[in-house]
């Protein structure tokens, strides 16, 4: 008589049961969750981070966390990232965010969770309220990458940034797929937030005008890490960038621009890039991806001079760029006056030959903070075999010496591998395999840590 029921009438609370309980069902997933207990509300009360990266939630289970998201009062930083929300779990949970009252977001990652590019925006459009809302009025940290957000949904994305203005330190982009009028808009909606530091556009086909809009708004914000690989840029868009480099190269640390077309049809492009460098050297810069830009195809020595520039330089790749024999004494003059620089690559530059890769496996010799030199796929003979065991000798902080497709080494096997001294300190062409792809290296996945909403973070040698 008069028995009530043991389970909690806060619906919130309930969804919260109910999460955790799908969270636990995924095998799968390498995270973990706070330790709730049976006291799911009181410990919920006290979480300032959740991540569920990588558990497959799927758009029902999204759903149920946007509806647990009231018991989080103090929660500060929100990972969903590669769970399979899907268009109807984002919207859900984003709506739900827009309704929060108790808790204010400094950070939010939605990466990988949606593809509606070709559709109506609506999802994007879910994000845009919660990004105008009172629980995202902090935001510091915003991780939107590898969705389909889409010429619309850049648009909505857009309007929402320059009505709320949030306190942005971080944009990541990647992938988004916004095409130029995506990246225009976007572009002119962060020169109203002062506060951004790094942005990330990668593989956003933002095209010239795009990087136009981004070069406008590097004038007002002290941008320290960018990030606009693959965006069909070319030697117009290249002097555009070059403009708005001038204005953030003081604060300038980490710099991705490989995979366009900055060397095509003329050379204007590159000569704005070197002027840019001689003007504003970016002397904090620690990270240069220049890869893949077809540099060789015009005449990149004021280019390569002004490198020498780059005094706090430790990781630079100018793979895939077509380069010919005569830029090697330019360029190994230039990584003579780089005493932090610790990985290079010049790999797949099949014209530059022994008379390009001599000199700089010459100079390589001195450089006693060089961890790793990359000459893979550029026609070395006999005369770049005698460099190569000279620097292998003489410079025992290096650890990887990649000679990887270059078919004229094989005479001189035995003698690197001698040289060498240990095993894989030198990698030649017989360890060739169909997995192994010589070309730019893969600073994302192989030399760099990307933490959700962090900066590019060079890993402990």
Request: glycine share 10%; aromatic share 4%; charged share 25%.
């Amino acid at each position: 008589m008069g028995g009530g029921s043991s389970k909690s009438k806060d619906p919130a609370v309930g969804a919260l049961k109910r999460l955790i309980i799908k969270v636990n069902d995924d095998k799968e997933w390498k995270g973990e969750l706070p330790k709730f207990g049976k006291k799911e509300a009181k410990v919920a009360k006290k979480v300032e981070l959740l991540d569920l990266s990588g558990c497959q939630l799927g758009p029902v289970v999204g759903a149920t966390l946007g509806a647990a998201l009231p018991v989080f009062h103090v929660l500060k930083t929100l990972i969903v990232k590669d769970t399979k929300l899907g268009t109807i779990g984002t919207k859900a949970l984003c709506k739900a965010i827009a309704e929060l009252v108790k808790c204010s977001l400094t950070k939010l990652c939605l990466a990988g969770n949606y593809d509606e590019a070709m559709k109506l925006p609506d999802t994007t459009e879910a994000i845009a309220e919660a990004i105008k809302s009172a629980a995202l009025k902090g935001l510091a940290e915003l991780d939107l990458s590898d969705n389909g957000i889409g010429p619309k949904g850049g648009i909505k994305l857009a309007a929402a940034l320059e009505e709320a203005k949030p306190p942005l330190t971080e944009l990541l982009l990647a992938d988004c797929q916004l095409s130029t009028t995506g990246g225009s808009v976007i572009g002119k909606a962060c020169a109203l937030i002062p506060t951004l530091k790094h942005i990330d556009l990668f593989s956003c086909n933002i095209g010239d005008m795009g990087v136009a809009s981004i070069a406008e708004f590097m004038t007002s914000c002290p941008l320290t890490s960018i990030s606009l690989q693959a965006n069909a840029i070319s030697w117009e868009g290249a002097v555009e960038f070059a403009n708005g480099m001038l204005f953030t190269a003081a604060h300038l640390e980490s710099l991705d621009i490989s995979g366009n077309a900055f060397g095509n049809e003329c050379n204007d492009g590159i000569n704005a890039i070197a002027d840019s460098l001689q003007k504003s050297p970016p002397g904090k810069l620690t990270v240069f991806n220049f890869a893949e830009n077809s540099l060789g195809d015009g005449d990149p020595t004021l280019l390569l001079t002004n490198f020498g520039k780059l005094k706090a330089l430790e990781w630079l790749d100018l793979s895939s760029n077509r380069f010919r024999g005569n830029i090697g004494g330019v360029l190994a003059a230039s990584l003579a006056e780089l005493v932090e620089i610790r990985i290079v690559s010049i790999n797949d530059n099949e014209r530059m030959g022994d008379e390009g890769v001599v000199p700089i496996l010459d100079v390589a010799v001195k450089l006693r903070k060089l961890k790793e030199l990359h000459a893979g796929k550029t026609s070395l003979t006999s005369a770049g075999a005698q460099a190569a065991v000279k620097l292998l000798k003489q410079n025992a902080v290096l650890t990887k010496l990649d000679l990887l497709g270059n078919e004229g080494l094989n005479a001189s096997i035995d003698e690197l591998k001698a040289a060498a001294g240990s095993v894989n300190r030198v990698m030649l062409t017989e360890d060739d395999t169909e997995k192994v792809r010589v070309g730019p290296l893969d600073a994302r996945a192989r030399y760099y840590e990307y933490l959700g909403s962090k900066r590019f973070i060079p890993v402990a040698a």
